[in-house]
């Protein structure tokens, strides 16, 4: 099992409701988030082309956030799903400095924090809280080893790309371009 | 023209200042363990060569101060941790893949290590330790007498003293690791591109090595062995500054996240903190005095160690600075 997520470029509006949904669903303080809207310009006007992304931990399969943690705290779940465990977590702040998507934050409780495809949701069937409530239902999120998935369909049908591939982490999240 | 925009995110206040997590902890327990593991490094390599007598500062007397030095080192690692209950939890693991597992255990071989190491010169540092009026100081005539008192103590110091050679070996190479490590926490982070060149290792190790003869040199009072150490010192900074210049041959050939990197040092914000305060104040000016002083004009030895010392210092909180705002996106 190899959780993924695909998200359409083209049809995210930008609109943050993934934001709000992941803040609500995961008790994160306010004035903290573990996804966020990138609006990327690109081009040079009157020739401009735009971007939205919904960006969050890509669940990289080489995680060096994981392989530089001291203690463990941060390790790999079944399916690929990257997490903290928080009574593990010292603070050093080394996996955030190993993130080349600035994917983590230190909670002001100390620990360190970051998405987890909302792990609690994954095992009971349901999907992240961010893919059930995006308005134009463009991310798509399931199992990259099941080709009737959503996700390998979506990555079937249409061209897509990696944040910072050069980075050589192996990210999993999809963007459909 | 390419732009860039975040209309959430990285817009939410509390996260940004936040990604910068090290500040100047992680610069001093870098500069404090570089000088540990230099100094360590220098008692083990003179005792291994016979040299006790001719260098007495760099076997016994500077060594005083590693103990203090991985201390507060580590006291200032425990600092910049945000999560402090649960520190005992880096002594659960030993994770060979994370470099700050291996240099929290590395640290806590070491410290006993150089315990054990200048314990061996306490009689002799007590005994020639004088008040003001030259006479012995009360708290030193307690401690021996109590050091008379305890015999099992002086008998372990014998015992220790028979096998301080197993001890320099051991302080060579934890000393070097030690030193190597210091760069390695920086480098092993491919997500800023600064740091992540190999080159670190070394450059810390070197700077550690050099930062120790300074202070050795420092508290010297032999004439000899000043320039036997001032003169490895002027090797130290010669290879330091071929690394220094490898290193920014390195970024301006590889790609444009490490390129990006390198402009800070090149005309970005950097650029006078490094060349002038590093490179200048820390390498080249006191290389100039120290070549001086050996040519035999009278210079206090103590400013160019200052300047080693401080050069050293800042390396480290601008390494560690500038470190952290390079990166691969936005
Ligand atoms: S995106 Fe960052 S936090 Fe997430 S797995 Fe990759 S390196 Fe780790
Ligand atoms: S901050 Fe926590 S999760 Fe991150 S590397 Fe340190 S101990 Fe591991």
């Not at chain 1, 079937?156 to 982490?169: C, F, M, S, Y």
């Not at chain 2, 690692?77 to 994770?95: A, E, G, N, P, S």
């Amino acid at each position: 099992m190899r959780y993924a997520m695909a998200i359409d470029t083209k049809k995210c509006v930008g609109c943050s409701d993934c934001v709000v949904a992941c803040q609500t669903e995961n008790d994160v303080p306010i004035g903290f988030c573990r996804d966020w809207i990138v609006e990327v310009m690109d081009g040079s006007y009157p020739n401009l082309e735009m971007e939205l992304r919904s960006e969050r931990c890509n669940h990289c399969d080489n995680a060096p956030c994981v392989r530089c943690c001291p203690t463990g705290a941060s390790h790999i779940e079944e399916g690929g799903v990257v997490k903290v465990k928080k009574h593990r977590c010292i603070g050093c702040g080394a996996c955030i400095q190993s993130c080349p998507y600035d994917a983590r934050y230190s909670h002001p409780e100390g620990y360190v924090d970051k998405c987890t495809f909302c792990y609690h949701r994954l095992v009971k069937g349901e999907k992240p809280a961010c893919v059930s409530v995006c308005p134009t239902k463009c991310m798509y999120f399931g199992d990259l080893d099941d080709e009737n998935s959503d996700v390998s369909i979506a990555l079937r049908n249409r061209k897509h790309k990696v944040l910072a591939p050069e980075a050589g982490t192996k990210p999993h999240i999809f963007y459909l371009i | 023209m390419k732009e860039e925009l975040f209309v959430s995110g990285r817009a939410i206040p509390n996260i940004d200042p936040y990604l910068n997590i090290w500040h100047w902890q992680i610069p001093v327990y870098l500069f404090l363990g570089g000088l540990a593991a230099g100094l360590l490094f220098f008692a083990a390599l003179y005792t291994l060569l016979g040299k006790e007598k001719q260098m007495p500062t760099a076997v016994k007397w500077a060594t005083f101060l590693v103990p203090p030095a991985l201390v507060l080192g580590l006291l200032s690692l425990f600092l910049d941790l945000k999560h402090k209950m649960f520190f005992w939890q880096l002594y659960t693991v030993i994770r060979l893949e994370s470099p700050m597992s291996w240099g929290a255990w590395t640290l806590l071989i070491i410290t006993p290590i150089s315990i054990l190491w200048s314990m061996m010169f306490l009689r002799e540092l007590l005994e020639a330790w004088k008040g003001k009026d030259g006479k012995p100081a009360p708290m030193a005539v307690w401690s021996l007498k109590f050091l008379e008192k305890n015999q099992w103590i002086e008998q372990f110091i014998q015992w220790l003293v028979k096998y301080r050679k197993v001890l320099a070996w051991l302080m060579i190479y934890y000393g070097l690791i030690l030193g190597i490590y210091t760069g390695i926490l920086l480098s092993a982070f491919n997500a800023r591109p600064l740091w992540n060149t190999s080159l670190l290792g070394p450059l810390f190790l070197v700077s550690g090595l050099s930062t120790a003869a300074a202070t050795i040199m420092w508290m010297s009072k032999d004439h000899l062995e000043r320039s036997t150490i001032s003169r490895i010192d002027l090797m130290l900074i010669g290879i330091e500054l071929f690394l220094i210049v490898h290193l920014f041959m390195g970024f301006l050939a590889s790609s444009a996240v490490q390129i990006e990197a390198a402009s800070l040092f090149l005309g970005g914000p950097y650029t006078v903190m490094f060349w002038v305060f590093v490179v200048f104040m820390g390498l080249i000016l006191p290389a100039i005095l120290e070549t001086l002083e050996l040519l035999g004009y009278k210079i206090p030895v103590m400013i160019p160690a200052i300047l080693i010392l401080f050069g050293g210092l800042v390396f480290r909180f601008v390494m560690v600075e500038a470190g952290q705002i390079t990166r691969y996106l936005y």
